[in-house]
């Protein structure tokens, strides 16, 4: 190797360590700033965003609650119909699938929504389908039992959080055409805001037959490449409630501030007290009085 082959080694080597600094950077520091790499920290922001951070925004922040439901009631401002059929011709009459399965859709419809809001709040959601097959939550569904009940097999759709619904086994066999999928999840049936109350709850596990999940922007299909609507602009959130918050504060330490007096050696409390038209003992609520 002659110095000019060693010149572009050196060369490619240093930007190489460069990338690798800027990525460790990014990584820890949660910014690619390289003259300010504690940018985050400074300005009070989360290195990494848990659902915790996106579901107290969405509860607790008028801008990130009204950014969430504005999207999902103008997407579901009307229940949509669901006919059978060629999607390219308008369907002139209902059949008895069409019937049967609006019936059934028309009480799923308020659940199905709820889901979706929970989506866009954290990086996924999940609607549990509790069927009557006498099986529990974590045994494949009966689709003998199912089959022959049809859309009466269906109790109820429960819509869920991020929080809630996690999985727990995955199929580790890489001969597998169905590798990496998700094998059971683990429910908790205790709401998000940790409110006490006296409906029971439980953890259980659950088998994916009984469970839809709603990932949006997973486009890979895995759960957690799902991303929060509320991810982009938490920093402008967060900017926003230290703002107002820093107003409200400033307000009240003005409005509640006490004034302190200092007096000389010299000065005549009585002369003060006879200026005043008090005695001695009455001198204090005499001028916080003047203060006033």
């Given at each position: 190797?002659?110095?000019?082959?060693?010149?572009?080694?050196?060369?490619?080597?240093?930007?190489?360590?460069?990338?690798?600094?800027?990525?460790?950077?990014?990584?820890?520091?949660?910014?690619?700033?390289?003259?300010?790499?504690?940018?985050?920290?400074?300005?009070?922001y989360?290195?990494?965003?848990?659902?915790?951070?996106?579901?107290?925004?969405?509860?607790?922040?008028?801008?990130?609650?009204?950014?969430?439901?504005?999207?999902?009631?103008?997407?579901?401002?009307?229940?949509?119909?669901?006919?059978?059929?060629?999607?390219?011709?308008?369907?002139?009459?209902?059949?008895?699938?069409?019937?049967?399965?609006?019936?059934?859709?028309?009480?799923?419809?308020?659940?199905?929504?709820?889901?979706?809001?929970r989506?866009?709040?954290?990086?996924y959601?999940?609607?549990?389908?509790?069927?009557?097959?006498?099986?529990?939550?974590?045994?494949?569904?009966?689709?003998?039992?199912?089959?022959?009940?049809?859309?009466?097999a269906?109790?109820?759709?429960?819509?869920?959080?991020?929080?809630?619904?996690?999985?727990?086994?995955?199929?580790?066999?890489?001969?597998?055409?169905?590798?990496g999928?998700?094998?059971?999840?683990?429910?908790?049936?205790?709401?998000v805001?940790?409110?006490?109350?006296?409906?029971?709850?439980r953890?259980?596990?659950?088998?994916?037959?009984?469970?839809?999940?709603?990932?949006?922007?997973?486009?890979?299909?895995?759960?957690?490449?799902?991303?929060?609507?509320?991810?982009?602009?938490?920093?402008?959130?967060?900017?926003?409630?230290?703002?107002?918050g820093?107003?409200?504060?400033?307000?009240?330490?003005?409005?509640?501030?006490?004034?302190?007096?200092?007096?000389?050696?010299?000065?005549?409390?009585?002369?003060?007290?006879?200026?005043?038209?008090?005695?001695?003992?009455?001198?204090?609520?005499?001028?916080?009085?003047?203060?006033?």
């Amino acid at each position: 190797m002659n110095e000019s082959e060693m010149n572009k080694q050196f060369a490619a080597n240093a930007s190489l360590d460069r990338d690798r600094m800027r990525y460790v950077n990014a990584l820890f520091n949660g910014t690619s700033n390289t003259k300010r790499q504690r940018l985050y920290q400074e300005f009070g922001y989360p290195l990494n965003l848990t659902f915790d951070d996106f579901f107290r925004a969405y509860s607790r922040n008028a801008i990130a609650n009204a950014a969430v439901n504005r999207m999902v009631d103008g997407c579901w401002e009307d229940f949509p119909d669901v006919y059978e059929g060629d999607q390219t011709k308008d369907a002139t009459r209902q059949t008895e699938w069409d019937k049967r399965v609006n019936k059934l859709l028309k009480r799923c419809w308020k659940q199905i929504k709820g889901a979706d809001k929970r989506n866009l709040v954290g990086r996924y959601s999940a609607l549990l389908i509790q069927i009557k097959d006498n099986r529990t939550w974590d045994k494949p569904v009966d689709k003998v039992i199912t089959a022959r009940q049809k859309e009466k097999a269906l109790v109820k759709l429960i819509p869920v959080w991020e929080a809630q619904i996690e999985p727990v086994t995955y199929n580790e066999d890489q001969s597998s055409e169905n590798y990496g999928d998700i094998t059971m999840y683990s429910f908790t049936e205790i709401p998000v805001q940790q409110q006490a109350g006296g409906q029971p709850g439980r953890i259980i596990n659950v088998h994916p037959d009984r469970v839809i999940i709603l990932a949006e922007g997973s486009d890979d299909g895995r759960l957690y490449s799902g991303e929060s609507m509320l991810a982009a602009g938490f920093h402008k959130i967060m900017d926003s409630e230290k703002v107002s918050g820093g107003a409200a504060e400033g307000f009240f330490k003005n409005a509640s501030r006490q004034l302190n007096f200092n007096f000389s050696a010299k000065t005549n409390f009585s002369a003060l007290a006879k200026a005043l038209g008090v005695s001695e003992s009455q001198l204090s609520e005499a001028l916080d009085g003047q203060v006033r």
